[in-house]
Nanobody, 117 residues
Framework: QVQLVESGGGLVQPGGSLRLSCAAS????????MGWYRQAPGKQRELIAA???????NYADSAKGRFTISRDNAKNTVYLQMNNLKPADPAIYYC???????????WGQGTQVTVSA
């Protein structure tokens, strides 16, 4: 059973930064495409960024230039560095792991990000 545990959410002022972390309990972390999604109240969950073990990360337009996704395969952890946070960014941020072998998706419990002065 894959477990994903997010951390790093919280309250930040507009223009501030947060770094989210997601630790995955998997046997071979490098076989998973890792992604960060977010869901604001009344809205659908949306992909923010994704990263495989090879190739370049993908970003939603709303994240380009402000957010950076990275992974540490030795620590089974994926990160989302969020800079210049805006009032449109508050949401619950979810970590996702997609197996490249079975295409099965796993989700973390989510971490709340709030942007307020």
């Amino acid at each position: 059973q894959v477990q994903l545990v997010e951390s790093g959410g919280g309250l930040v002022q507009p223009g501030g930064s947060l770094r989210l972390s997601c630790a995955a309990s998997v046997t071979i972390f490098s076989l998973y495409i890792m992604g960060w999604y977010r869901q604001a109240p009344g809205k659908q969950r949306e992909l923010i960024a994704a990263i495989a073990s090879v190739g370049r990360p993908n970003y939603a337009d709303s994240a380009k230039g402000r957010f950076t996704i990275s992974r540490d395969n030795a620590k089974n952890t994926v990160y989302l560095q969020m800079n210049n946070l805006k009032p449109a960014d508050p949401a619950i941020y979810y970590c996702n792991a997609e197996s490249t072998l079975s295409n099965t998706n796993y989700w973390g419990q989510g971490t709340q990000v709030t942007v307020s002065a």
